[in-house]
């Protein structure tokens, strides 16, 4: 069973930063791949960024490249992974919940589909104001 708790997110000025963080409790040999989706009011969820464990591969989606930029980190001392989302040049429509998620992924055609991920965080929420 893989837990995935979120840290971070909050309010920021179009045109800023912020940074969200995740940390994922669980073996590691049950996950291949970390990431994240959110979701706005009246919207579904959306994937944005996922990044392998194996060679740090990352995916992200159209509107968050060159914005949006994911590492991950192995912590020695107990096995958990950590995931962060550094997010710059922030716009009101980024405006929504992030949840991280994690779970062993086949292919990366499966990446941006949430129903491919069994573990979700209970997400952190980022407000973009224009």
């Known amino acids: 069973q893989l837990q995935p708790v979120e840290s971070g997110g909050g309010s920021v000025e179009a045109g800023g930063s912020l940074r969200i963080s995740c940390k994922i409790y669980?073996?590691?040999?049950?996950?291949?791949?970390m990431g994240w989706f959110r979701q706005a009011p009246g919207k579904e969820r959306e994937g944005v960024a996922f990044?392998?464990?194996?060679?740090?591969?990352?995916?992200?989606?159209?509107s968050v490249k060159g914005r949006f930029t994911l590492s991950s980190a192995l912590s020695q001392d107990n096995g958990k992974n950590t995931v962060d989302l550094q997010m710059n040049n922030l716009k009101p429509e980024d405006s929504a919940m992030y949840y991280c998620?994690?779970?062993?992924?086949?292919?990366?055609?499966?990446?941006?589909?949430?129903?491919?991920?069994?573990?979700w965080g209970q997400g952190t929420q980022v407000t973009v104001s224009s």
């Open positions: 998620v994690a779970d062993w992924v086949a292919g990366t055609w499966e990446l941006f589909d949430a129903a491919t991920f069994k573990y």
């Open positions: 669980g073996y590691t040999r049950d996950y291949n791949v």
């Open positions: 990044i392998y464990t194996s060679d740090d591969a990352t995916f992200y989606t159209n």
